[in-house]
């Protein structure tokens, strides 16, 4: 709703955002799903600020993708699919906003990370254009 002027809250707004993507908060997730799409949102919006925040939000997310991936609660699958597609969107648009940043920092995670989820959000941001 704030626009371009979310760019004054941007500091407290990225400690909201972190604090509710570490924590789960039950099966459906429904608090991590709306931080992501505000997340989502504030990218699209608050683009010229993002590559500053880029090492903070890259570590949240590929830490999300990796909590969720080992996730072994009642959380449905579904859920955690639609976690993992919010997630690797909001790395998408960060790596357009920071002009290939993100895929330059994901090539060595990319390699020495065995597990096929999270290889499947990697090459997801790779692949995008």
């Known amino acids: 709703r704030l626009g371009i002027l979310i760019v004054r809250h941007l500091k407290r707004l990225e400690r909201v955002l972190l604090s509710y993507l570490e924590i789960p908060d039950g099966p459906e997730e429904e608090a991590r799903l709306g931080i992501l799409e505000t997340l989502q949102c504030t990218i699209e919006h608050a683009w010229p600020r993002m590559p500053c925040r880029l090492p903070v939000l890259l570590q949240a997310l590929l830490k999300l993708i990796w909590d969720v991936h080992t996730d ?29 940043q993100v895929k330059v920092l994901l090539e060595g995670v990319g390699s020495s990370c065995e597990e096929q989820c999270v290889q499947e959000c990697i090459r997801a941001v790779q692949e995008s254009s």
């Open 72 to 100: 072994h609660s009642s959380t449905p699958e579904q859920v955690k699919a639609t976690l993992l597609q919010r997630a690797t969107q909001c790395l998408i648009l960060l790596d357009h906003c920071s002009e290939g």
